[in-house]
T-cell receptor, first 116, second 110 residues
């Protein structure tokens, strides 16, 4: 049972480049989400999905795109990277039921992205 | 103003001390309250959750919620060096979307 797997762990991009951060979970969780973590800002929700084919915006969605074609995968696309997107990105998943508070979100180990 | 406010610290205490970590929130509609622990260069992991006002204990950890004053606390008794981490409070409206505090960085000094 691998939990939530994020790739890559580290990435350096040039301004204007695009890339996809991968997230996969093997727990059959309905809910998946992407957060970015910045010093002094905490974890901020970028996009989330309550099931395959359903996505919605979070608190800071601009510059990011997502899709959910399967229950297991939830990739995050940076369309045209900017230095302001330098951050640590976390993918998280949970059940979409009352069990989610008891069991908690399962987070990946993060992707450290630097945009130069 | 952020919906959940948390003192970022850092906080350093000697081993064995009682640690108190606190958050305040602004929206009375928040229903569940959680504490996550995050070790350096790792993702957060759930430490405790509670729904109602009052105290909830789990070993050396006690989560306290006061809905009347919109105040959340986490107490750590007999603190250990392994408790050194960033602690994040979190809350939701009873749905999937979590709102996190900024996190408090805690160091336990041996």
């Amino acid at each position: 049972n691998a939990g939530v797997t994020q790739t890559p762990k580290f990435q350096v991009l040039k301004t204007g480049q695009s890339m996809t951060l991968q997230c996969a979970q093997d727990m059959n969780h309905e809910y998946m989400s992407w957060y970015r973590q910045d010093p002094g800002m905490g974890l901020r929700l970028i996009h989330y999905s309550v099931g395959a084919g359903i996505t919605d915006q979070g608190e800071v969605p601009n510059g990011y795109n997502v899709s959910r074609s399967t229950t297991e995968d939830f990739p995050l696309r940076l369309l045209s990277a900017a230095p302001s997107q330098t951050s640590v990105y976390f993918c998280a998943s949970s059940y979409s039921s009352a069990d989610r508070e008891r069991d908690g979100y399962t987070f990946g180990s993060g992707t450290r992205l630097t945009v130069v | 103003q952020k919906e959940v406010e948390q003192d970022p610290g850092p906080l350093s205490v000697p081993e064995g001390a009682i640690v108190s970590l606190n958050c305040t929130y602004s929206n009375s509609a928040f229903q569940y309250f959680m504490w996550y622990r995050q070790y350096s260069r790792k993702g957060p992991e759930l430490l405790m959750y509670t729904y109602s006002s009052g105290n909830k204990e789990d070993g050396r950890f006690t989560a306290q919620v006061d809905k009347s004053s919109k105040y959340i606390s986490l107490f750590i008794r007999d603190s250990q060096p392994s408790d050194s981490a960033t602690y994040l409070c979190a809350t939701n409206f009873g749905n999937e979307k979590l709102t996190f505090g900024t996190g408090t960085r805690l160091t336990i000094i041996p």
